[in-house]
Nanobody, 116 residues
Framework: QVQLVESGGGLVQAGGSLRLSCTAS????????MNWYRQAPGKQRELVAG???????NYADSVKGRFTISRDNAKNTVYLQMNSLKPEDTAVYYC??????????WGQGTQVTVSS
């Protein structure tokens, strides 16, 4: 089994920054893609950013230029640096990690609230 622990969420004013972390533990032998999703109240969960094992990244248009995804393979950790936050970024943020031969796993979610 694989466990994911997220941290770094909180309350911040518009224009501020937060850094989310998600660490995988357990039967983690080979992690491929690591992603961040978010879900706002009344909305569907959406992909925010993803990073491959080789470091290739992709972002939702709404966060390009403001958010940066990165990973530390030695620590089995993915990060999401969020700058210039807007009220519309308010959501529960989830990490999703794909582990070769095991499948995909989700974190428990961390709340990000941006006040105007």
């Amino acid at each position: 089994q694989v466990q994911l622990v997220e941290s770094g969420g909180g309350l911040v004013q518009a224009g501020g920054s937060l850094r989310l972390s998600c660490t995988a533990s357990g039967s983690v032998f080979s992690i491929s893609t690591m992603n961040w999703y978010r879900q706002a109240p009344g909305k569907q969960r959406e992909l925010v950013a993803g990073i491959s094992s080789g470091g290739n990244t992709n972002y939702a248009d709404s966060v390009k230029g403001r958010f940066t995804i990165s990973r530390d393979n030695a620590k089995n950790t993915v990060y999401l640096q969020m700058n210039s936050l807007k009220p519309e970024d308010t959501a529960v943020y989830y990490c999703k990690v794909a582990v070769l031969a095991l499948g995909a796993y989700w974190g428990q979610g961390t709340q990000v609230t941006v006040s105007s």
